[in-house]
């Protein structure tokens, strides 16, 4: 039986913490974004990207 090759797949991983300061009479809100990205490529081409999409939402307080 013949053995094939696994192909790898490109890696990420993205790490949010998210902290809430208050400073004077203002509040902040404080995202830590830890971000890696790696691809290979044994023929062609590889691309490893850094980009990121954010949305931040306001969400109402009941009470």
Do not use: P
């Not at 208050?22 to 809100?29: A, D, K, P, Q, V």
């Not at 974004?33 to 954010?54: D, H, K, M, V």
């Amino acid at each position: 039986m013949a053995r094939t090759r696994r192909r790898k797949r490109a890696s990420t991983g993205t790490r949010i913490r998210t902290f809430r300061r208050r400073i004077g009479r203002n509040r902040y809100l404080i995202i830590k974004i830890y971000q890696t990205a790696a691809a290979r490529a044994e023929s062609g081409n590889a691309l490893a990207s850094n980009a990121l999409n954010i949305q931040i939402k306001k969400t109402v307080k009941r009470g």
